[in-house]
């Protein structure tokens, strides 16, 4: 495996400034070329179309005829043309030039560079208009030159994204192709030009060029790159993979127009060009910024989940264009002796999809979810309302049992804290509201956490007293701690200095290590269960409503509750949830020593499914990225917490507090 997405070398000094020199002259000339091209399609579009070349004089009839069908004149397309292909163009010439200004001392980063912005004007000496040569003859040795260069620069492709040939033997498929370009573009009348040998030689020789480099892509994906990589690939292939479909569409309707399956006329071949072109062209525009993307490594990981949403709306679309379509043809042909029958068709389909969409959005969505990532997890699905505004209580009376002088301190999610005076001193007394004790789910979260603490003697660990029920609603008597919770303590500070998050984080993981000898795994460790004293020097382990007992024989769930936070939530956990160990609060106590240390999370979407499968796939960050200050070897730790394999993770919670200490 590699170890780098680029190429180790730089280029320096006198070098470095004849490589930009070069690459700005050639960038200028490539400039000069477009706006020429502009200029010729422009200017092809205002002339008659009786007095243009044979070649030319039926497309720009029949061109003509199609739009004046719409009450267009042919003039439009000396607009619309030029325009689509600045949309086109424009952005790759962007893309390169930052890149450029980015890695023009990578001589990949250089080259690649200078692939985009060259590439992305190849079609400006097509038909229509022959672009810049029909108005300036004179341009034509420079545009075959840059043609050529261009041309040659898509070898670059076989050596993306770290600069080397993979396989290695693909080198000599690269200098083939650069020969019979030259000859193409130097010498175009001869016998040696592939472009002139019969179909479908031409056609033929740029498909195999294309699957070789999808090989390449593919070999390197399986057996060379590394993690970064493989995102730079994702990227890469996901964008040109859409663009492909869209071109391939184009490719299927056309054959079909042509062989008169459909009836194409001259308004529908308007109509065609009008609305297909754009979509193309938005197309382009993705692989471009994709491009830029991967080569600038900028945002790679986010190409998982929208690889995730591509597949879901793809599916999306393509069934409920079936099911409107279907509906629309079955409607319409009960109503077809009613006048006013197509518009009754049009409605009862646009209500059917309208009924269909969100639950068959939800569906398929839960099917790629599970199919292709393992994600167990229904985070679509809304959880109980359990807002504190809704669904809890507030105790008017100042007595509960024999608990008097009761003090509300705290509103949860699922339950009211109060503080009462008991002797031999005050409690903390976690009441579930009468609404929530009627419901059996949270019942047996709220008598699990009493049953799991009460089995746990340890000084990090919240301490229960009592636990019961008492007029319909249930409780437990717990330990009063008159500090705040350590996620408070974190908004308050923005991050813990290192002497002061130590000792927190040495005790935690005592709590931890001794709760799983005990047989228990939290599932949900979070700066909010974590208590402190009021010196903020004792830091105490709390909710263990989701815990796992080893040891026991039924499983809990609770229907549309996720056990564990998102945030903090270890890939096995996602995947399944019901037979994690200790190595899954091992991974959840590194992201809050990261939170903790740096103030910051170390995967930040707001996109649950986006937050989920980072988790899944997302290498941990490096915390000195954050903090250069902070030890590298503190920063290791915590990524070794977090690693994606349990089993690459500490076999203890202590073992990583020793770690960092």
Same mark, same amino acid.
């Given at each position: 495996?590699?170890?780098?997405?680029?190429?180790?070398?730089?280029?320096?000094?006198?070098?470095?400034?004849?490589?930009?020199?070069?690459?700005?002259?050639?960038?200028?000339?490539?400039?000069?070329?477009?706006?020429?091209?502009?200029?010729?399609?422009?200017?092809?579009?205002?002339?008659?179309?009786?007095?243009?070349?044979?070649?030319?004089?039926?497309?720009?009839?029949?061109?003509?005829?199609?739009?004046?069908?719409?009450?267009?004149?042919?003039?439009?397309?000396?607009?619309?043309?030029?325009?689509?292909?600045?949309?086109?163009?424009?952005?790759?010439?962007?893309?390169?030039?930052?890149?450029?200004?980015?890695?023009?001392?990578?001589?990949?980063?250089?080259?690649?560079?200078?692939?985009?912005?060259?590439?992305?004007?190849?079609?400006?000496?097509?038909?229509?208009?022959?672009?810049?040569?029909?108005?300036?003859? +004179? #341009?034509?040795?420079? =545009?075959?030159?840059?043609? *050529?260069?261009?041309?040659? /620069? %898509?070898? @670059?492709?076989?050596?993306?994204?770290?600069?080397?040939?993979?396989?290695?033997?693909?080198?000599?498929?690269?200098?083939?192709?650069?020969?019979?370009?030259?000859?193409?573009?130097?010498?175009?009348?001869?016998?040696?030009?592939?472009?002139?040998?019969?179909?479908?030689?031409?056609?033929?020789?740029?498909?195999?060029?294309?699957?070789?480099?999808?090989?390449?892509?593919?070999?390197?994906?399986?057996?060379?790159?590394?993690?970064?990589?493989?995102?730079?690939?994702?990227?890469? +292939? #996901?964008?040109?993979? =859409?663009?492909?479909?869209? *071109?391939?569409?184009?490719? /299927? %309707?056309? @054959?079909?127009?042509?062989?008169?399956?459909?009836?194409?006329?001259?308004?529908?071949?308007?109509?065609?060009?009008?609305?297909?072109?754009?979509?193309?062209?938005?197309?382009?525009?993705?692989?471009?910024?994709?491009?830029?993307?991967?080569?600038?490594?900028?945002?790679?990981?986010?190409?998982?989940?929208?690889?995730?949403?591509?597949?879901?709306?793809?599916?999306?679309?393509?069934?409920?264009?079936?099911?409107?379509?279907?509906?629309?043809?079955?409607?319409?042909?009960?109503?077809?002796?009613?006048?006013?029958?197509?518009?009754?068709?049009?409605?009862?389909?646009?209500?059917?999809?309208?009924?269909?969409?969100?639950?068959?959005?939800?569906?398929?969505?839960?099917?790629?979810?599970?199919?292709?990532?393992?994600?167990?997890?229904?985070?679509?699905?809304?959880?109980?309302?359990?807002?504190?505004?809704?669904?809890?209580?507030?105790?008017?009376?100042?007595?509960?049992?024999?608990?008097?002088?009761?003090?509300?301190?705290?509103?949860?999610?699922?339950?009211?804290?109060?503080?009462?005076?008991?002797?031999?001193?005050?409690?903390?007394?976690?009441?579930?509201?009468?609404?929530?004790?009627?419901?059996?789910?949270?019942?047996?979260?709220?008598?699990?956490?009493?049953?799991?603490?009460?089995?746990?003697?340890?000084?990090?660990?919240?301490?229960?007293?009592?636990?019961?029920?008492?007029?319909?609603?249930?409780?437990?008597?717990?330990?009063?701690?008159?500090?705040?919770?350590?996620?408070?303590?974190?908004?308050?500070?923005?991050?813990?200095?290192?002497?002061?998050?130590?000792?927190?984080?040495?005790?935690?993981?005592?709590?931890?290590?001794?709760?799983?000898?005990?047989?228990?795994?939290?599932?949900?460790?979070?700066?909010?269960?974590?208590?402190?004293?009021?010196?903020?020097?004792?830091?105490?382990?709390?909710?263990?409503?989701?815990?796992?007992?080893?040891?026991?024989?039924?499983?809990?769930?609770?229907?549309?509750?996720?056990?564990?936070?998102?945030?903090?939530?270890?890939?096995?956990?996602?995947?399944?949830?019901?037979?994690?160990?200790?190595?899954?609060?091992?991974?959840?106590?590194?992201?809050?020593?990261?939170?903790?240390?740096?103030?910051?999370?170390?995967?930040?979407?707001?996109?649950?499914?986006?937050?989920?499968?980072?988790?899944?796939?997302?290498?941990?960050?490096?915390?000195?990225?954050?903090?250069?200050?902070?030890?590298?070897?503190?920063?290791?730790?915590?990524?070794?917490?977090?690693?994606?394999?349990?089993?690459?993770?500490?076999?203890?919670?202590?073992?990583?507090?020793?770690?960092?200490?």
């Amino acid at each position: 495996m590699t170890s780098s997405t680029t190429s180790s070398y730089r280029i320096k000094g006198h070098w470095l400034l004849l490589a930009r020199g070069v690459w700005i002259i050639l960038a200028i000339i490539t400039v000069v070329i477009f706006i020429a091209g502009l200029k010729g399609i422009n200017t092809f579009w205002h002339q008659p179309c009786n007095i243009l070349t044979q070649e030319y004089k039926a497309y720009c009839i029949a061109s003509e005829q199609a739009i004046n069908q719409l009450g267009l004149p042919k003039e439009f397309y000396a607009i619309y043309n030029p325009l689509g292909m600045m949309v086109e163009t424009i952005p790759w010439i962007l893309v390169g030039v930052l890149i450029f200004w980015k890695k023009s001392d990578e001589p990949f980063g250089l080259l690649f560079s200078l692939m985009l912005v060259v590439a992305g004007t190849f079609n400006l000496d097509q038909v229509p208009g022959n672009g810049a040569k029909y108005i300036y003859p +004179v #341009l034509l040795p420079l =545009i075959s030159g840059m043609n *050529f260069i261009g041309l040659l /620069l %898509l070898i @670059l492709w076989y050596r993306f994204p770290d600069g080397h040939f993979v396989p290695y033997w693909l080198r000599w498929v690269a200098v083939g192709w650069a020969i019979i370009n030259a000859i193409s573009q130097f010498f175009p009348d001869s016998a040696l030009n592939y472009g002139n040998w019969p179909s479908p030689w031409p056609s033929g020789i740029a498909i195999l060029f294309v699957i070789s480099l999808i090989y390449s892509l593919v070999y390197r994906y399986h057996h060379i790159s590394d993690p970064v990589q493989i995102q730079q690939i994702k990227w890469v +292939v #996901l964008s040109a993979s =859409i663009a492909a479909t869209i *071109f391939s569409i184009q490719i /299927l %309707l056309e @054959l079909l127009f042509n062989s008169g399956v459909i009836t194409w006329d001259y308004d529908s071949s308007a109509i065609w060009n009008l609305t297909y072109n754009p979509v193309f062209w938005l197309s382009i525009l993705f692989v471009a910024v994709s491009m830029g993307f991967s080569i600038l490594r900028y945002r790679l990981w986010d190409i998982d989940f929208i690889i995730n949403r591509s597949l879901v709306y793809g599916a999306l679309t393509a069934l409920l264009a079936v099911l409107f379509g279907g509906s629309l043809f079955m409607v319409s042909q009960l109503f077809q002796n009613f006048s006013g029958g197509p518009i009754v068709a049009v409605a009862v389909s646009a209500t059917v999809f309208g009924l269909i969409f969100q639950p068959t959005h939800r569906q398929i969505q839960r099917f790629v979810d599970q199919r292709f990532y393992h994600i167990e997890i229904d985070y679509q699905k809304a959880p109980p309302d359990i807002s504190t505004s809704g669904n809890t209580e507030v105790l008017r009376q100042t007595r509960f049992g024999v608990y008097e002088d009761l003090e509300l301190i705290g509103r949860g999610g699922m339950a009211d804290v109060y503080k009462s005076i008991h002797p031999p001193g005050p409690v903390a007394i976690k009441i579930l509201p009468e609404r929530l004790s009627a419901e059996n789910e949270f019942r047996q979260r709220f008598a699990r956490e009493a049953l799991v603490v009460s089995k746990l003697k340890h000084p990090n660990i919240v301490r229960i007293f009592d636990s019961g029920e008492q007029d319909g609603r249930h409780y437990m008597v717990m330990e009063y701690l008159v500090g705040k919770d350590l996620d408070r303590l974190i908004k308050n500070n923005g991050k813990l200095p290192l002497a002061q998050a130590l000792p927190l984080i040495q005790q935690i993981a005592s709590a931890l290590d001794y709760a799983h000898m005990q047989g228990f795994v939290h599932r949900d460790i979070k700066p909010s269960n974590v208590l402190l004293d009021s010196n903020g020097t004792r830091a105490v382990l709390t909710d263990f409503g989701i815990a796992k007992i080893n040891d026991a024989h039924t499983v809990m769930t609770v229907t549309g509750y996720v056990l564990g936070t998102f945030d903090y939530i270890a890939p096995e956990q996602i995947q399944e949830s019901a037979h994690v160990d200790g190595k899954a609060d091992i991974y959840a106590l590194g992201v809050m020593v990261y939170q903790m240390l740096t103030g910051e999370m170390p995967f930040k979407h707001s996109n649950p499914g986006a937050l989920l499968i980072a988790h899944l796939n997302q290498p941990p960050p490096n915390a000195c990225d954050i903090l250069p200050d902070l030890p590298h070897h503190i920063a290791a730790a915590i990524q070794r917490a977090m690693a994606k394999k349990p089993d690459e993770r500490f076999a203890t919670a202590t073992e990583f507090a020793i770690e960092i200490a």
